[in-house]
T-cell receptor, first 111, second 113 residues
């Protein structure tokens, strides 16, 4: 059974800092990996989707990498801003196209 | 714009009542999913449907029911058999091959009063 772990569970950084969020998964036979953002009381917003054949994806200040062999993905956020404060979730599909989620990293960017 | 609409945003249920959460998508996605989110826990899959008129139980289906009569719609009923229904409910959809990942709705917060 696929298990997804995210470390750290919470992170507080000053504005402007570059930061890395980690995601690990136990079964490396994944089809792709998706990073989401969730604001309090809101739904999930897709940030980046990395296919299994890709090493990384970039969108603006966000860069996600994928290392299938080691079962790891990282989300790099450059020059963090208070508006980046949210919970970040990673997820991988399993059998029946069902997604397995990590429990998330709660990020707070302080002025 | 294409997307997923969940309604209502907030829902209150009395003990012993059944309530139905709506999920509609105009993305032409074949697959739809219902997840439950509790504080401090990850998202847990309740039910999913990969095609009209077919659906499967997820990890926590007890006390819930669904239907999939139209491609666009996947309503979730929380029955009185669900003993702890207070949670945030999220609906999602995807293409069959997952090449474009999942798209989520904005969620419904259900509270038992």
């Amino acid at each position: 059974k696929q298990e997804v772990t995210q470390i750290p569970a919470a992170l507080s950084v000053p504005e402007g800092e570059n930061l890395v969020l980690n995601c690990s998964f136990t079964d490396s036979a994944i089809y792709n990996l998706q990073w989401f953002r969730q604001d309090p009381g809101k739904g999930l917003t897709s940030l980046l989707l990395i296919q299994s054949s890709q090493r990384e994806q970039t969108s603006g200040r966000l860069n996600a990498s994928l290392d299938k062999s080691s079962g790891r993905s990282t989300l790099y956020i450059a020059a963090s801003q208070p508006g980046d404060s949210a919970t970040y979730l990673c997820a991988v599909p399993g059998g029946g196209n069902k997604l397995t989620f990590g429990t998330g990293t709660q990020l707070k960017v302080e002025l | 714009d294409g997307g997923i609409t969940q309604s209502p945003k907030y829902l209150f249920r009395k003990e012993g009542q059944n309530v139905t959460l709506s999920c509609e998508q105009n993305l032409n996605h074949d697959a739809m999913y219902w997840y439950r989110q509790d504080p401090g826990q990850g998202l847990r899959l309740i039910y999913y449907s990969q095609i009209v008129n077919d659906f499967q139980k997820g990890d926590i289906a007890e006390g819930y029911s669904v239907s999939r009569e139209k491609k666009e719609s996947f309503p979730l009923t929380v029955t009185s058999a669900q003993k702890n229904p207070t949670a945030f409910y999220l609906c999602a959809s995807s293409l069959p091959d997952l090449n474009y990942g999942y798209t989520f709705g904005s969620g419904t917060r259900l509270t038992v009063v």
